[in-house]
């Protein structure tokens, strides 16, 4: 075992946020970086790093991290009262256009899996649309609310859907279906026992003497959730990553009060995952990155666009339905880009896709460049629009 690889890998995890300091007036995501100095450091162009065993090992945790903290990220309030309609309404757009999308483009011969192309657009980037709804005082208001409840409930299908039609392990998807419901019927099982748990008095008070020290005892706690949902859903045939996100979501369920009742603990989290799993996984899927196919001739560059289009119509679209909430022409047009942001699924989408067949290099390179830009060019867009309708909140819909 070697470790050159992965010192280099951790040193550009570790330079990334500096640069972006450097230059403050370049509001790029950090991943976007990690990703673009993966590839030129990779085979692609220096051939300076290769993702060894490793290396790719610690991808992997870092994948199944980035997806527990997406479940975590899972806002269930948005997901139901008078606003879920408005959201099932949204969703349900997004699933007939991505349906509509993917068959379109698999019978103009131009993609391999309508459905996978379908599943890896129906996401957003819950982790980058949250701290983007934050900054504009948004969160609280309608827009913030719907915004994060379609992008709760498009990032929830998409691994769903991802683990259930596409798995090096599952058979058929009438099985997987079966499947599927035992792993609910546990999760189901996981919530109630632990909700009964944190009843009692003396576990309660051990869990919080324990939880600063160095027990540290929720996260260890924590670990065995994820470890443990990932190593059932592997073993019902799905991807780990699906137990990985189940796992987020059962914590937001069980400790929907975490961040005000014991704050650090999500620091905590938050440091292990986009501090050290989250970054690997980043730099390596650059590292991978097939940067030769997708500059292969001009034709092939073309479905970067066409992919971008592709996640702004079929996420973007969808958030007409929150006008008749009372939002402003500005704020639909927000919303909508902030749904169509999209990178850590389709990143996992197609790393899955290229190992099934199921998505050629070609289309996976461009895939992931499309959500590259999305994460890129849509909030930055999106962004003044929140802040023009700032002052207007509440006084209903532009005319």
């Not at 900054?135 to 998409?158: K, N």
């Not at 599952?170 to 099985?175: E, H, Q, R, W, Y």
């Not at 999106?382 to 309708?389: E, F, K, T």
């Amino acid at each position: 075992m070697s470790y050159d690889n992965l010192v280099i890998v951790l040193v550009v995890a570790a330079g990334v946020p500096f640069l972006l300091a450097a230059v403050p007036r370049v509001p790029l995501p950090g991943p976007v970086l990690e990703i673009v100095a993966g590839v030129v450091l990779g085979p692609a162009v220096l051939n300076v790093v290769q993702a060894d065993a490793t290396v790719q090992a610690l991808s992997i945790i870092g994948l199944s991290f980035l997806l527990f903290l997406a479940g975590l990220e899972i806002d269930f309030q948005q997901l139901r009262g008078p606003r879920a309609k408005l959201v099932g309404i949204g969703l349900a757009g997004t699933l007939a256009l991505a349906a509509t999308v993917g068959w379109v483009l698999y019978v103009a011969g131009l993609v391999e899996s309508p459905l996978l192309i379908g599943t890896a657009l129906v996401a957003t980037s819950l982790g980058l649309l949250v701290p983007i709804l934050k900054d504009a005082d948004a969160v609280d208001r309608p827009v913030g609310q719907l915004t994060i409840g379609g992008g709760s409930a498009g990032e929830l299908t998409a691994v769903v859907l991802l683990s259930l039609f596409f798995s090096e392990h599952a058979s058929g998807p009438a099985s997987r279906l079966l499947l599927l419901l035992s792993l609910a019927c546990l999760v189901a099982l996981i919530v109630v026992a632990s909700i009964r748990a944190g009843r009692s008095m003396w576990l309660s008070r051990a869990v919080v003497n324990l939880a600063d020290t160095s027990a540290q005892v929720r996260v260890r706690l924590t670990m065995v959730l994820i470890v443990g949902l990932s190593a059932v859903a592997l073993h019902l045939g799905f991807e780990a990553i699906l137990g990985a996100f189940v796992a987020g979501a059962v914590l937001r369920l069980v400790d929907p009060d975490a961040e005000r009742t014991h704050p650090q603990f999500h620091v905590k989290l938050e440091g292990l995952g986009y501090g050290f799993l989250v970054p690997v996984f980043f730099v390596t899927s650059g590292i991978q990155f097939d940067l030769g196919a997708l500059f292969a001739d001009a034709g092939t560059a073309l479905r970067i666009p066409m992919f971008l289009a592709a996640l702004l119509l079929v996420r973007g679209v969808p958030a007409l339905a929150y006008r008749s909430a009372g939002l402003s022409r500005a704020e639909v047009m927000a919303s909508g880009l902030l749904q169509a942001t999209s990178l850590p699924v389709i990143v996992a989408a197609t790393t899955i896709g290229v190992k099934l067949d199921a998505i050629g290099p070609v289309n996976a390179a461009a895939l992931v460049a499309a959500g590259l830009l999305s994460v890129v060019v849509f909030p930055l867009t999106a962004l003044p629009l929140l802040n023009r309708s700032r002052g207007s909140a509440g006084s209903g819909p532009e005319k």
